[in-house]
């Protein structure tokens, strides 16, 4: 099992930037492919960013393409996304998920299915 814990959510004027931390532990000897998703009220949960066991890939979905960044410290199991330009259509419940796959480290992943393990969320909200 692997346990995942979201941080650095809050309240930031349009405009502003916001680091997002994804923290995993437990069975974490090897890293895993990682992505981030949001879900605004009434909205459906939406792809935000992905990447590689290694880093070496990355995806993002083309509403956050150039203002977001994902990156990943594997030393400190920990994943993170930048985001800056930050826009009031960005407000969401952002989550970090996991995916249980131990193969190629150039492979990242956009479905919200094919995900084995979330984090609880953290609130961003943007004003305007």
């Known amino acids: 099992q692997v346990q995942l814990v979201e941080s650095g959510g809050g309240l930031v004027q349009a405009g502003g930037s916001l680091r997002l931390s994804c923290a995993a532990s437990?069975?974490?000897?090897?890293?895993?492919?990682m992505g981030w998703f949001r879900q605004a009220p009434g909205k459906e949960r939406e792809f935000v960013a992905a990447?590689?066991?290694?880093?070496?890939?990355?995806y993002y979905a083309d509403s956050v393409k150039g203002r977001f960044t994902i990156s990943r410290d594997n030393a400190k199991n920990t994943v993170y996304l930048q985001m800056n330009s930050l826009k009031p259509e960005d407000t969401a419940v952002y989550y970090c998920?996991?995916?249980?796959?131990?193969?190629?480290?150039?492979?990242?992943?956009?479905?919200?299915?094919?995900?084995?393990?979330w984090g609880q969320g953290t609130q961003v909200t943007v004003s305007s």
């Open positions: 998920a996991a995916r249980d796959y131990s193969g190629s480290y150039y492979y990242a992943e956009k479905g919200e299915d094919e995900y084995d393990y």
């Open positions: 990447i590689s066991r290694n880093g070496g890939i990355r």
């Open positions: 437990g069975r974490t000897s090897s890293s895993y492919p």
